[in-house]
């Protein structure tokens, strides 16, 4: 069992009082905003069934959250959207979205623990490789991250472009996501620069 708390009992000691944990998700999608969170948890808590957001059922994921929102000392989110990335790259928009996360939150953080990444702000900060899932910190931001984005694409976005199956996929490359993109064309929320690959399929095709 790892010890999700092992890089926060460290900082702890040295009296790190604000420990945020930084996240993003949605990287690798074709569609909509990269989306980031800031998460600050007391000094000593343990939350139960915390881990990486990747291995967790959407419906431990949403009660997660739940718990995360009531006893954190402080939550942010933050967002790139696709004309961003095309702009920027997806590297750098996550970076940004992260950035825009940590300068949202209320309590001014004194360290910063980021899932193998920097964020472009003054402040300490740790990278650690597969922080989502050795970081209760990090673990935290990662389900507040995917649970905003999932909420996102169920609600708002899945309502905005209804033929494209938002909701359902997220936003990922499936074989019925790309088929809608080569039979209705990208919307103004498709990244661009992730459709490369696509328009070359659709020469072909046509």
């Known amino acids: 069992m790892t010890d999700l708390l092992k ?22 999608c074709l569609f909509g905003d990269v989306v980031a969170a800031a998460v ?8 139960e069934g915390v881990d990486d957001s990747k291995k967790l059922s959407e419906k431990k994921r949403e009660a997660l959250f739940e718990q995360i929102m009531e006893q ?18 997806i590297k750098q928009a996550a970076r940004l979205a992260m950035k825009r996360a940590v300068l949202g939150l209320a309590v001014a953080p004194d360290m910063l623990f980021i899932d193998a990444e ?3 702000v003054d402040l300490p900060q ?3 490789i597969k922080g989502d899932a050795t970081s209760q910190s990090i673990a935290a931001a990662s389900i507040i991250a995917k649970v905003t984005r999932d909420r996102l ?12 199956g938002i909701a359902i996929h997220k936003g990922y490359a499936t074989k019925f996501h790309r088929e809608q993109i080569l039979a209705l ?19 072909t095709l046509f």
């Open 185 to 203: 064309g990208p919307t103004p929320m498709h990244r661009r620069s992730f459709l490369k690959n696509l328009e070359v399929v659709q020469e």
């Open 126 to 128: 740790l990278s650690i």
């Open 118 to 120: 920097k964020v472009d």
């Open 40 to 47: 600050i948890l007391p000094a000593g808590l343990v939350l």
């Open 153 to 164: 694409c169920k609600g708002e976005w899945e309502a905005r472009y209804p033929e494209y």
């Open 72 to 89: 954190a000392v402080d939550v942010s989110v933050g967002y790139a959207d696709a004309e961003t990335i095309d702009r920027i790259n």
């Open 7 to 28: 890089h926060e009992k460290e900082h702890w000691e040295q009296s790190y009082q604000y420990i945020a944990g930084i996240d993003e998700v949605g990287r690798g």
